[in-house]
């Protein structure tokens, strides 16, 4: 049985996972803490996420997922009656060559130079600039 069939919170160690894949469960894939628990840092992050992606493109490549559709738009949808603002991929690049450019003008030493942007407010001004 899908853990998500199942009624009220399930704990994590109940879960089988194979490859970012909720065993038992179609199209439901974990990356990160959820996949993990809460260990690592970014750079454990990215691998694990990319684990999970595998999984998802080679599903999809195997015609295991549904024809794509309006998920997409569903989701942005119900972020935006819940007040979030979405980052897109332009948004992330138009942040990260700000973030560059400021890395380059304080003389960072980091690859790429990088000066983080932590507010969000200003994060997402900048992503809306472009």
Same mark, same amino acid.
């Given at each position: 049985?899908?853990?998500?069939?199942? @009624?009220?919170?399930? @704990?994590? &160690? #109940?879960?089988?996972?194979?490859?970012?894949?909720?065993?038992?469960?179609?199209?439901?894939?974990?990356?990160?803490?959820?996949?993990?628990? /809460? &260990?690592?840092?970014?750079?454990? $992050?990215?691998?694990?996420? *990319?684990?999970?992606?595998? !999984?998802?493109?080679?599903?999809?490549?195997?015609?295991?997922? /549904? /024809?794509?559709?309006?998920?997409?738009?569903?989701? *942005?949808?119900?972020?935006? #009656?819940?007040?979030?603002?979405?980052? !897109?991929? #332009?948004?992330?690049?138009?942040?990260?060559?700000?973030?560059?450019?400021?890395?380059?003008?304080?003389?960072?030493? &980091?690859? /790429?130079?990088?000066? *983080?942007?932590?507010?969000? $407010?200003?994060?997402?001004?900048?992503?809306?600039?472009?």
């Amino acid at each position: 049985m899908c853990i998500r069939d199942r @009624p009220g919170m399930q @704990p994590r &160690s #109940e879960w089988v996972l194979e490859a970012g894949r909720l065993a038992g469960c179609d199209r439901v894939y974990t990356a990160g803490w959820l996949k993990r628990g /809460p &260990s690592g840092i970014i750079g454990t $992050n990215i691998p694990c996420a *990319k684990q999970t992606c595998d !999984s998802l493109l080679q599903d999809e490549a195997a015609g295991l997922l /549904p /024809p794509g559709g309006e998920g997409d738009e569903v989701v *942005k949808q119900l972020l935006a #009656e819940k007040g979030h603002q979405l980052v !897109s991929w #332009e948004d992330w690049l138009a942040i990260e060559r700000h973030e560059t450019a400021q890395g380059i003008a304080h003389a960072k030493v &980091s690859e /790429p130079p990088r000066e *983080k942007v932590v507010d969000v $407010n200003e994060m997402l001004a900048i992503a809306r600039s472009h």
